[in-house]
């Protein structure tokens, strides 16, 4: 039930989802896909998406990103929650500038509702 990423969006990154153990669900636009174990799923630019894992043991993952870079995305996500720290939107606001992310917060509220998930 948690979610792995807000919904967003990346104007020319393609995601690659290789599930590895357990299931997750991606919705990608509107629709939700149940990816388990051994499955594939495209993440393609321009459309919203997000990730959870509804099952009752650990979801493992592997995500590929075409073209590369969005490692350094991820890395400066990660820097914001050191020493147990939480993003503040200011801080989401700066990655969407410095990275190709751009966040649908406004959709949150609806998928935790819809799906029973939580960030």
Not at 4 to 12: D, I, S, T, V
Not at 45 to 74: C, M, Q, R
Not at 107 to 116: H, R, V
Request: glycine share 10%.
């Amino acid at each position: 039930g948690e979610l792995g990423a807000p919904p967003h969006l990346h104007k020319n990154i393609d995601e690659i989802c290789r599930v590895l153990e357990g299931s997750v669900f991606i919705m990608t636009g509107d629709t939700v896909t149940e990816v388990k174990a051994g499955g594939w799923h495209l993440r393609p630019k321009g459309l919203v998406h997000t990730f959870w894992n509804s099952g009752s043991v650990p979801a493992k993952t592997i995500d590929i990103y075409v073209p590369g870079g969005h490692e350094d995305y991820l890395k400066d996500l990660a820097s914001l929650f050191g020493n147990g720290n939480r993003p503040k939107p200011d801080d989401f606001k700066r990655l969407e500038k410095q990275h190709d992310i751009k966040y649908r917060f406004d959709l949150l509220p609806g998928i935790m509702e819809k799906y029973k998930v939580h960030l």
